[in-house]
T-cell receptor
Framework: GDSVTQMEGPVTLSEEAFLTINCTYT??????LFWYVQYPGEGLQLLLK?????DKGSNKGFEATYRKETTSFHLEKGSVQVSDSAVYFC?????????????FGQGTRLTINP | SQTIHQWPATLVQPVGSPLSLECTVE??????LYWYRQAAGRGLQLLFY??????ISSEVPQNLSASRPQDRQFILSSKKLLLSDSGFYLC?????????????FGPGTRLTVL
């Protein structure tokens, strides 16, 4: 079945550092790809998404490009802030029986130190 | 605007006791509804999803069940809890239309089974 593999954490960076969180996927079709973020004590929020190959999703300074040839959707940010500390989940969509089912990676905990 | 509610926020239950977690969505009609579980140190796993009243699809065999008695109400239940049922339970909804639609997550319920 479909699966998502994320860079293992935790990841600790200093403020203003460059961030990359790797994500690769395995899918039989052409899924949409997502990054969700979970701030401490909260539910998940959609950070960005891409629905087809070569699409770039972006939001809040974060970017990820749908790379079909490498089956990847790596998350990047040029200069992280303390407020970016959270758990980040990569996910793909798998439509089934009229519903869109999300398959998540295991999550990467990011801590930004001032 | 749409909102999603989950309760209770936290719950501590003894092994063998019953469980009922409730999720309601406001501001939309005919949503797709989802229950996920996030076990400690692991990613999110889809447990159930529903495309309509009384329609429940189970993704993994387990000690839990789900019901959708009303269009915007989704309930997760168990007759007898196991230690392995501990985790963070998230309800989500998406537009009940064809195509790729964002899932919106509730605040979650943290369940501890002792």
């Amino acid at each position: 079945g479909d699966s998502v593999t994320q860079m293992e954490g935790p990841v600790t960076l200093s403020e203003e550092a460059f961030l990359t969180i790797n994500c690769t996927y395995t899918a039989t079709g052409y899924p949409s790809l997502f990054w969700y973020v979970q701030y401490p004590g909260e539910g998940l929020q959609l950070l960005l998404k891409a629905t087809k190959a070569d699409d770039k999703g972006s939001n809040k300074g974060f970017e990820a490009t749908y790379r079909k040839e490498t089956t990847s959707f790596h998350l990047e940010k040029g200069s992280v802030q303390v407020s970016d500390s959270a758990v980040y989940f990569c996910a793909l969509s798998d439509e089934g029986q009229g519903a869109q089912k999300l398959v998540f990676g295991q999550g990467t905990r990011l801590t930004i130190n001032p | 605007s749409q909102t999603i509610h989950q309760w209770p926020a936290t719950l501590v239950q003894p092994v063998g006791s019953p469980l009922s977690l409730e999720c309601t969505v406001e501001g939309t009609s005919n949503p797709n509804l989802y229950w996920y579980r996030q076990a400690a140190g692991r990613g999110l796993q889809l447990l159930f999803y529903s495309v309509g009243i009384g329609q429940i699809s189970s993704e993994v065999p387990q000690n839990l069940s789900a019901s959708r008695p009303q269009d915007r109400q989704f309930i997760l239940s168990s007759k007898k809890l196991l230690l392995s049922d501990s985790g963070f339970y998230l309800c989500a909804w998406s537009e009940g239309l064809a195509g790729i639609n964002e899932q919106f997550f509730g605040p979650g319920t943290r369940l501890t089974v002792l």
